[in-house]
């Protein structure tokens, strides 16, 4: 069976927590504090403009919503998966509040 090329891989990265965050109902700004990475880096690689990144970031983005390295990208993605905490409410959604 052919390994999946690192690009792939970063592609269903990105596709899965798009997934995630918006299942979720977060803005990127949100998921990011929730996964404990910059809001910055975490839009990079929910937009697929990465060219690699740390297991350590991945195992990081997982927990953020409960997930291990490999549940984040195995073949299927959990239908049920709970946020690790309570997100802090970003501008978006504080100006829908006002």
Known sequence: M???STSTTLKLLAQRL????QRHGLT???AAGV???SYKFYQQI???RKKQI???TVERLGAGYGLKAWELLGPNLP???KLAKEPRSSRVHNAKRG
């Open 2 to 4: 052919a390994k999946p």
């Open 18 to 21: 798009r997934e995630l965050r």
């Open 28 to 30: 990127q700004e949100e």
């Open 35 to 37: 996964c404990g990475i």
């Open 46 to 48: 929910e937009a697929n």
């Open 54 to 56: 740390w297991l350590e």
């Open 79 to 81: 239908k049920v998966t």
